[in-house]
């Protein structure tokens, strides 16, 4: 049935120039976080979870050029396609199965503490976080004392006309919860993308036996 075999190519053609679409965000979403974090000053905060994101973005763009190209071409090197959309199922699995929010609450918590400890000792350290979250001090602007001022970053500005009155929310609690939503929406993003590379594997596997099927009729 040529006319099915068609529409199943076209119809993984368009998947795959989504899911080139989606690897793109994916990496330009982890390059952005990345140099996020270091313009926060947190180097030492970076871990792997950035790289591993990164890698499994890139690895996202390399199937759906696979897979659009084998699809468009009517070729069987759809199979490599299927292969790596296994691999990132596995990877996803293995990022869920390691997803651990204490862990994370932690390492943020020694992220802040680590800068507010540079503020005490140089003035200055914490304008970057009180700017970027609208906090003030390590739990609120009372950690400043009459002999450390509340510095500017601790008011908000508009139009270069500073508030009466500092933010009143600490660095360490609007960072952590800055942090713990991104890697909440991290984790709800690995499983929908389980479920929508399963779809494509389905689809590869439906298409590479209508490729199979031809060369088989005439053999016999």
């Known amino acids: 049935m040529p006319t099915l075999q068609v529409c199943l190519q076209w119809t993984a053609v368009v998947f795959n120039t989504f899911t080139l679409i989606i690897g793109s965000l994916a990496a330009l979403a982890g390059v952005y976080e990345l140099l996020y974090k270091l313009e926060e000053g947190s180097a030492t905060h970076i871990d792997f979870e950035k790289i591993r994101q990164l890698t499994l973005a890139g690895t996202l763009i390399l199937a759906a050029v696979i897979g659009c190209s084998g699809a468009f071409l009517g070729s069987i090197k759809v199979l490599q396609h299927l292969v790596l959309l296994v691999c990132l199922i596995g990877a996803h699995i293995y990022q869920l199965m390691h997803y651990n929010e204490a862990r994370h609450v ?26 970027r979250y609208e906090c003030c001090g390590n739990k609120g602007f009372s950690d400043y004392t009459s002999t450390m001022r509340a510095p500017q970053s601790c ?66």
């Open 106 to 131: 932690n390492t943020t918590e020694e992220f802040v503490m680590g800068i507010w400890l540079k503020e005490l000792s140089h003035s200055g350290a914490m304008h970057q976080l009180e700017q």
């Open 155 to 220: 008011f908000h500005t508009v139009d270069g006309v500073h508030a009466l009155y500092p933010y009143t929310e600490g660095c360490m609690s609007a960072v952590k919860r800055a942090h713990l939503s991104i890697y909440r929406f991290e984790k709800w993003v690995h499983s929908g993308l389980i479920g929508y590379e399963i779809i494509g594997i389905i689809l590869g596997i439906t298409l590479c036996c209508q490729l199979t099927n031809k060369p088989r009729r005439y053999t016999y």
